[in-house]
């Protein structure tokens, strides 16, 4: 079985690895890495594939970054063009970027199987691009990989036959117990002569916070004071980094004592410093996840979630800018939460695809 894992942005190589490795060691996969490109950086790229144990792509398709229109054409034009000299028998999509559903799009009109991982996840905030890549990939795909009870609640609710859905659980958290040890013997903060529990970690990148001149500008306010009660490490965004300079912030934020604002982090180095962290403030989609997994307090700036589960079961609380300085002092001062665990997310769900892979198989076989 020909098997095309689509990776194209940071938060999907730490899905597409522990499914990669899986499918490696089963004699009836044969799995096969394409990159679109759209993250390009060594930052943003080349180290996770060196963090994550992942082979150099067999496929890229260097799409590089445009406008949504530009990046979602671009790789349905190049994705489309591998797939008709050679179809894969699945494609695996992951995540809700650009490349996911520009990939699913090329994949499905060829008459192609398309399997996506994280399934089912909604924001119902259709401003967000990534909701847009979610409903547009869901609709088409025909297997949905979910990661929780909600997410296939979203699906059904929207008409999608019971039988293409299947929970396997949260991928991203095969990718940490998998790099577990090495996170925990990495010490990253020690690099920036911080104690453990002894600061904050902050990523922010999505346009509504970033690319508002108005929104940036408060954020950077509210950090530069918490900065001040605790240290705060801000790996930022090449998206963030350009919009600070744009805006006139950058030097601001980067002479800030107590505010560290290094490039953005590989894997491993970025891992060490949340399990690390007193909490983290954040607009990531992932991040909530692995916070709530490992028990970190998490702030998410945003007006909504994809992932309620989060802050249902996990250490995660929605929150406007305005009110960040306050619940972060809340969390400095002491206040706490107590994360339950959530079924299947639990390192073993790349073993439940190889599962559900097996009995497709078995039953195109029968059929
Ligand atoms: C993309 C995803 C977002 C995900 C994020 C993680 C979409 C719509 N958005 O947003 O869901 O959370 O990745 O990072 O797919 N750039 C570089 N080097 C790179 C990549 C990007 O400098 O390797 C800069 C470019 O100036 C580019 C900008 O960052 O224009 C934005 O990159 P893009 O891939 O368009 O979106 P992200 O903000 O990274």
């Known amino acids: 079985m020909l098997i095309h894992l689509i990776c194209a942005a940071r938060p999907n190589f730490m899905k597409i690895a522990p499914l990669y490795h899986a499918l490696k060691d089963e004699r009836w996969a044969q799995p096969m ?39 979602t054409g671009n790789v349905m034009i190049a994705y489309e063009k591998i797939l008709m000299e050679k179809a894969p028998d699945l494609v695996v999509v992951v995540g809700d970027v650009n490349s ?31 909701e847009i890549n979610r409903l547009v990939t869901d609709v088409l795909a025909d297997l949905l990989w979910t990661p929780s009870p909600d997410a296939d609640q979203n699906l059904l609710r929207e008409g999608v036959k019971p039988d293409k859905i299947k929970r396997v659980g949260n991928i991203m958290l095969d990718s940490l117990e998998m790099m577990r040890p090495k996170i925990e013997a990495q010490n990253t903060h020690q690099e920036f002569d911080l104690a453990s529990g002894a600061f904050g970690v902050v990523t922010l990148h999505r346009p509504s916070n970033v690319d508002d001149e108005e929104n940036l500008g408060s954020l950077c306010n509210t ?26 912030l950058l030097q601001k934020m980067q002479t800030c004592p107590n505010l560290i604002m290094p490039d953005p982090m590989p894997y491993i180095r970025f891992m060490s410093l949340v399990f690390q962290c007193k909490f983290v403030i954040t607009d990531s989609g992932g ?19 994809e992932r309620p589960i989060t802050i249902t079961h996990g250490t995660n ?21 107590r994360p339950q665990p959530i079924e299947l997310w639990d390192g073993n769900t790349a073993k439940r695809i190889i599962d559900c892979l097996k009995e497709q198989l078995n039953t195109s076989k029968q059929s």
Do not use: W
């Open 33 to 71: 890495i394409v990159h679109t490109g759209q993250h390009y950086d060594l930052n943003m790229s080349d180290a996770f594939f060196e963090d994550l144990g992942l082979p150099q792509p067999d496929i890229h398709l260097g799409i590089g970054s445009g406008t949504h229109a530009e990046q």
């Open 317 to 337: 609380q929605l929150c406007r800018i305005g009110d960040l300085q306050t619940k972060a002092m809340d969390i400095i001062n002491g206040s706490t939460s």
């Open 223 to 248: 950090l530069q004071k918490l900065a001040a009660k605790l240290p705060l490490v801000f790996p930022a965004h090449p998206r963030t980094r350009k919009k600070l300079g744009m805006f006139g």
């Open 287 to 305: 991040i909530q996840e692995e916070t709530s997994y490992i028990g970190v307090p998490c702030l998410t700036v945003r007006e909504n979630t």
């Open 100 to 130: 996911t559903a520009a990939a699913t799009i090329a994949a499905v009109k060829l008459g192609i199987k398309v399997a996506h991982l994280e399934a089912g996840l909604r924001s119902f905030d259709r401003r967000m691009p990534e």
